[in-house]
């Protein structure tokens, strides 16, 4: 052993010695050795003590007190009062306080108004100042009941929940179903048994159901809330046009524009946009556009019902163009219009019209149609086509639940009004050769003179030209035509216009809306 690591070893058995002669007596106590769990659990401010069970109670009492009016609020109060049996996670707040999908979604809501839906219809300020509140700890013993802790947190998940859903399947679907709305509003017939309501909207769209909110829900567990909120948003240019119109009180109602901005936002089976050549007939402009590689190729004036009988609301597609149609007369213009001239012959054979019994063929013309024979569903009374039908020279078919149609007319006149909502529910079109032109997309010169000549020939006449008389063309391919209701539109290519609310529908669903907005 070196003298070195001789002296290091004593130099250590001084120091050790040192220690051991000092008694326990003389070493200072640690002032945290004493220290329990008890001693840390009387320094727990009440204040912020969170308990779960305790945060799902509040719950379940803000479900019962809040109201129920909106399918996002009757979801939201039907998955919350499940607590009491079936206590679920917590979709907005954790062990850390408020999550990162609460945060997401509240961005996502500082844009509500652009969409025309309100911060108030959200609780968007309750809920940004309980986040507040949250994130800088701001409670406190004396606070009342509605500020303590577990009530904020109870509040933050509930409402925002609330405004997910309500924003989300709102944008994605609309906040309201036209065919409950719409298809309830003239009464058809009605008795102490039931009552019928005549269809006033009658296009296939998607509706928001039950399985439209679980998914919604789904979507804040994956951690999706986002991409949810962003594919709900609708991208077409025309709703882009009306949100924009929003920002222009000074040009646009603002109740004119919200009801158009939620008529496009129904997730109909089939749109305009995204098809080339097609028809539109929006009711309110009284007025018919023939699309062409989504360009306006043709506009006119139309004849829609009157407020008694209302032209539908529907999708089709153009199948058939008919010239000289004969003109079936429905049921209720027999009985109201027709029967009463029942025997007058001169009546009759001025407009054409005769009797034909449905089984036997069984013709009647003039005085020999009485009152029995016009009011019988055994018999059909028919105005022969040709000049002066009620149908014009020609009619454009398309299958539909109502049998309405688009059709020529012998009354001229009606276009130089104003207001022409004056038909029993078929659509009158100012320009019917022009239109059945575009039909034909102009592939055939030779059947397009035809259709010129059978709609100005007189058929009675025996040098009427048989060769060159045509009576059914076949559309091929079937042309989609879209009747539609908007008191603000545009034709691709055009500017948003506003035009008087016909059949008062604006005023009816604004009620509505008002709900939800």
């Given at each position: 052993?070196?003298?070195?690591?001789?002296?290091?070893?004593?130099?250590?058995?001084?120091?050790?010695?040192?220690?051991?002669?000092?008694?326990?007596?003389?070493?200072?106590?640690?002032?945290?050795?004493?220290?329990?769990?008890?001693?840390?659990?009387?320094?727990?401010?009440?204040?912020?003590?969170?308990?779960?069970?305790?945060?799902?109670?509040?719950?379940?009492?803000?479900?019962?007190?809040?109201?129920?009016?909106t399918?996002?609020?009757?979801?939201?109060?039907?998955?919350?009062?499940?607590?009491?049996?079936?206590?679920?996670?917590?979709?907005?707040?954790?062990?850390?306080?408020?999550?990162?999908?609460?945060?997401?979604?509240?961005?996502?809501?500082?844009?509500?108004?652009?969409?025309?839906?309100?911060?108030?219809?959200?609780?968007?300020?309750?809920?940004?100042?309980?986040?507040?509140?949250?994130?800088?700890?701001?409670?406190?013993?004396?606070?009342?009941e509605?500020?303590?802790?577990?009530?904020?947190?109870?509040?933050?998940?509930y409402?925002?929940?609330?405004?997910?859903?309500?924003?989300?399947?709102?944008?994605?679907?609309?906040?309201?179903?036209?065919?409950?709305?719409?298809?309830?509003?003239?009464?058809?017939?009605?008795?102490?048994?039931?009552?019928?309501?005549?269809?006033?909207?009658?296009?296939?769209?998607?509706?928001?159901?039950?399985?439209?909110?679980?998914?919604?829900?789904?979507?804040?567990?994956?951690?999706?809330?986002?991409?949810?909120?962003?594919?709900?948003?609708?991208?077409s240019?025309?709703?882009?046009?009306?949100?924009?119109?929003?920002?222009?009180?000074?040009?646009?109602?603002?109740?004119?524009?919200?009801?158009?901005?939620?008529?496009?936002?129904?997730k109909?089976?089939?749109?305009?946009?995204?098809?080339?050549?097609?028809?539109?007939?929006?009711?309110?402009?009284?007025?018919?556009?023939?699309?062409?590689d989504?360009?306006?190729?043709l506009?006119?004036?139309?004849?829609?019902?009157?407020?008694?009988?209302?032209?539908?609301?529907?999708?089709?597609?153009?199948?058939?163009?008919?010239l000289?149609?004969?003109?079936?007369?429905?049921?209720?213009?027999?009985?109201?219009?027709?029967?009463?001239?029942?025997?007058?012959?001169?009546?009759?054979?001025?407009?054409?019209?005769?009797?034909?019994?449905?089984?036997?063929?069984?013709?009647?013309t003039?005085?020999?149609?009485?009152?029995?024979?016009?009011?019988s569903?055994?018999?059909?009374?028919?105005?022969?086509?040709?000049?002066g039908?009620?149908l014009?020279?020609?009619?454009?078919?398309?299958?539909?639940?109502?049998?309405?149609?688009?059709?020529?007319?012998?009354?001229?006149?009606?276009?130089?009004?104003?207001?022409?909502?004056?038909?029993?529910?078929?659509?009158?079109?100012?320009?019917?050769?022009?239109?059945?032109?575009?039909?034909?997309?102009?592939?055939d010169?030779?059947?397009?003179?035809?259709?010129?000549?059978?709609?100005?020939?007189?058929?009675?006449?025996?040098?009427?030209?048989?060769?060159?008389?045509?009576?059914?063309?076949?559309?091929?391919p079937?042309?989609?035509?879209?009747?539609?209701?908007?008191?603000?539109f545009?034709?691709?290519?055009?500017s948003?216009?506003?035009?008087?609310?016909?059949?008062?529908?604006?005023?009816?669903?604004?009620?509505?809306?008002?709900?939800?907005?």
């Open positions: 052993m070196s003298r070195d690591q001789i002296l290091l070893i004593s130099l250590l058995m001084i120091i050790l010695s040192a220690f051991s002669s000092c008694g326990d007596k003389d070493i200072a106590p640690h002032p945290y050795e004493a220290l329990t769990k008890e001693y840390f659990d009387s320094l727990a401010d009440d204040a912020f003590r969170t308990n779960s069970q305790i945060i799902r109670d509040n719950i379940i009492k803000i479900a019962k007190k809040d109201a129920d009016g399918a996002a609020e009757r979801h939201t109060r039907a998955h919350y009062s499940r607590f009491s049996t079936s206590p679920a996670a917590f979709f907005w707040i954790d062990r850390h306080g408020v999550s990162s999908q609460a945060d997401t979604l509240m961005a996502c809501l500082d844009s509500c108004a652009k969409e025309g839906v309100s911060e108030k219809a959200l609780r968007l300020q309750r809920i940004r100042d309980d986040v507040e509140t949250v994130r800088n700890l701001a409670f406190s013993e004396s606070q009342p509605d500020e303590e802790i577990n009530m904020v947190f109870a509040r933050l998940e409402n925002l929940t609330r405004a997910f859903l309500k924003y989300a399947v709102g944008q994605r679907y609309g906040f309201l179903n036209p065919k409950q709305i719409l298809n309830k509003l003239d009464v058809r017939d009605s008795d102490s048994a039931r009552t019928t309501y005549r269809q006033l909207f009658d296009i296939p769209m998607h509706i928001a159901g039950q399985q439209t909110y679980y998914d919604a829900m789904l979507k804040i567990r994956h951690d999706s809330v986002g991409w949810y909120l962003r594919q709900a948003m609708n991208h240019p025309f709703y882009f046009r009306l949100r924009d119109c929003l920002a222009k009180p000074q040009l646009y109602d603002r109740n004119k524009v919200l009801l158009n901005m939620e008529r496009a936002r129904w109909t089976n089939e749109r305009p946009e995204g098809k080339e050549d097609y028809i539109v007939i929006n009711i309110p402009a009284q007025h018919l556009w023939a699309v062409r989504g360009i306006s190729a506009d006119a004036k139309i004849v829609c019902g009157s407020k008694e009988t209302k032209t539908p609301l529907l999708y089709s597609t153009v199948k058939r163009m008919d000289n149609p004969q003109w079936i007369i429905p049921m209720s213009i027999r009985k109201k219009d027709v029967a009463r001239h029942a025997g007058n012959a001169a009546y009759f054979d001025s407009r054409h019209y005769f009797a034909r019994n449905k089984k036997t063929g069984q013709k009647l003039g005085g020999q149609i009485t009152w029995s024979v016009i009011t569903p055994d018999w059909s009374v028919v105005q022969a086509g040709g000049e039908n009620a014009g020279r020609i009619i454009f078919r398309f299958d539909n639940n109502f049998a309405v149609y688009l059709h020529d007319t012998s009354s001229k006149h009606v276009f130089s009004r104003s207001l022409r909502d004056v038909s029993h529910g078929c659509i009158r079109v100012e320009k019917p050769y022009e239109l059945a032109l575009f039909v034909l997309k102009g592939k010169e030779a059947l397009a003179e035809k259709i010129k000549y059978s709609m100005e020939a007189d058929l009675s006449l025996p040098d009427c030209k048989k060769s060159m008389i045509v009576h059914s063309i076949p559309v091929e079937q042309l989609p035509i879209f009747i539609i209701y908007y008191t603000l545009s034709v691709p290519g055009g948003i216009e506003s035009f008087p609310d016909v059949y008062g529908y604006d005023a009816v669903m604004m009620n509505e809306l008002q709900k939800h907005l």
